[in-house]
């Protein structure tokens, strides 16, 4: 009887370790999951004080180059950003936020940018803009808009800008090499033309679009604090540069780093593009 009773009780005990070991389990897997949910979470929502600001030129459904960029890339370009659940930003947003030295950006975010005021940025960028209903930001330098060949029309921007996507800044007046002036125009001459480009552009910008002009992208990419100096007071209150990588937090609001995009990346390498931007962000 007490051998019947001792196996029994070795028996039970038995059963009650593989319950204690199977709950072990179903809490290891549990906690497995949860951790998993939670990287997925911090990486889909996680706050970082730096966003990458891309700069495009021209399109094409042909062609590529140094600045013009495959229309069916952008548009894998914007897929591969809502796949990814990027945040695409207005320029209000993104400069109240590096305006702020603990500015935080709450999830991946990126901004949009195009410079110059090529045709195509309504023909083949636009209706891009309008499917997926992102913002972008157009840096135009006025004196080109209905006049020049293949550039943009005065009532193709007042469209694009009435749909509520599309803001519109300066890009001075005609798009100078401002070292080539310094070059070759006396220190007076030279204050006088380069406050021409500011003053005018944005005259011409808010007259024509009643819009209100406080951003400037640098032509060429090229300033210096003199020319900083003259735009804060000229009324502009922040300025972009050409390349640089990321946008941090805090930064010098004149000197606006961004990423040029061209060729026909695919959404893979844009995506490579994005992360090798932070990385190089990061080792400094």
Known sequence: MEDTEGKADKHDTRRVIALAEASMECVKKCLKYVLL???????LHAQTKSIPILVYHRFSSVKTGSTTVRTSAFEAQLQWLSDHQYQVLPLRSVLATLRNPDGIFERPSVEITADDGDESLYT????????YKVPVTLFIFPSAISRAHTYLKW??????????????????????????ERARLSTSAYRTFVE??????????????K???????????????DLESMASQDGYQAAFAFSGGLAAAGCNLF???RIPVTGALTGANFGALLAGSRAQREKK
Not at 124 to 131: E, K
Not at 196 to 209: D, G, T
């Open 37 to 43: 949910i939670s990287l997925i979470s911090a990486t």
């Open 196 to 209: 021409f480009q500011l003053r005018q552009s944005k005259r011409v910008l808010e007259h024509k679009l």
């Open 255 to 257: 000197a606006i780093p």
């Open 124 to 131: 083949d960028m636009y209706p891009l803009l309008l499917r």
């Open 211 to 225: 819009v209100r002009v406080q951003s400037l992208a640098w032509p060429y990419g090229i300033f210096d604090p």
């Open 155 to 180: 009532d193709q921007l007042q469209e694009m800008q009435a749909s509520g996507l599309v803001d519109i800044q300066s890009h001075t007046y005609w798009h100078p090499n401002f070292r080539v």
